[in-house]
């Protein structure tokens, strides 16, 4: 897809915060297959994914998904260049993990072209601390677990405004209970699965979290969706 349409498409307000989520889905609304997402996309779906990254300030990550989906390190891209003008060539990688279960020694940390940013909690271990602290920036967000609205806010102070998470289905939870997701691009995969997976976002009821639809498209059958927040004035 040209790229000029999709910067007119997906570009971040210009002021304040703003979180934005990217997720996929089957017809039936499975959120991974296999335990994995990749199977539901499409080439247009990594032609978006890898886009919005470039838009974004920071991309945060649950530390689940970069086990399953194998996650490595977000070198800068051609399509990049025009939309990070004054900005890094490329965006940060942030993860989140209450426990730091994470292999230090894999390429989304050896290899990565911006140190990455470790998200966890005051309860998790001090030698898995240190060992994090050797290959990323540690931020210590909560007691028991890692509190996202925290998190957000930290990261913003960092100059991370644009944010963009990547799932999974349980860190969408958390941001959206949080009451800090701002946009959520909803990829529908034309495919059922069936199957016992979970949907985009996997936590407890939230009561009231309205969205107005801002664009739809499609590529291939697949329907690519953004819808916004609608403000609590504008309800």
């Known amino acids: ?7 007119e498409l997906y570009r971040y307000p210009q002021a304040g915060r703003w979180l934005r989520a990217n997720m ?5 609304g499975a959120a991974s297959y296999e ?17 919005l990254r470039g838009l974004a300030d920071v991309v945060i990550v649950g530390a689940n998904t970069i086990r399953v989906e194998g996650y490595g390190p977000m070198p800068p891209q051609d399509s990049w260049r025009d939309v990070r003008k004054g900005r890094p060539p490329a965006p940060p990688l942030a993860i989140v993990s209450a426990r730091l279960d994470l292999d230090f020694d894999a390429p989304v940390f050896t290899d990565a072209y911006v140190r990455p940013i470790l998200i966890t909690c005051a309860s998790a271990s001090a030698e898995r601390l240190k060992a994090a ?12 677990i890692a509190d996202i609205g925290q998190a957000l806010d930290a990261l913003a102070e960092r100059g991370f405004t ?17 009451g800090r997701l701002d946009e959520l691009c909803l990829t529908l995969s034309p495919r059922i699965v069936a199957g016992n997976g979970p949907r985009i976002a996997n936590g407890p009821l ?3 979290l309205p969205f107005r639809l801002g664009h739809v498209f499609e590529e291939d ?10 403000a609590a004035g504008d309800a």
């Open 162 to 178: 644009r944010q963009l998470s990547e799932g999974g289905p349980r860190l969408l939870a958390e941001i959206a209970a949080a």
């Open 221 to 230: 059958g697949f329907l690519f969706t953004r819808y916004v927040r609608v």
């Open 35 to 51: 335990g994995k997402v990749s199977p539901l996309g499409s080439q247009v779906d990594q032609q978006v994914l890898s886009f």
């Open 1 to 7: 897809m040209d790229e000029v349409k999709l910067a």
């Open 133 to 144: 602290e050797r290959c990323a920036d540690v931020l210590v967000c909560g007691d028991l």
């Open 206 to 208: 939230i009561e009231d």
């Open 24 to 28: 996929v889905a089957s017809l039936d």
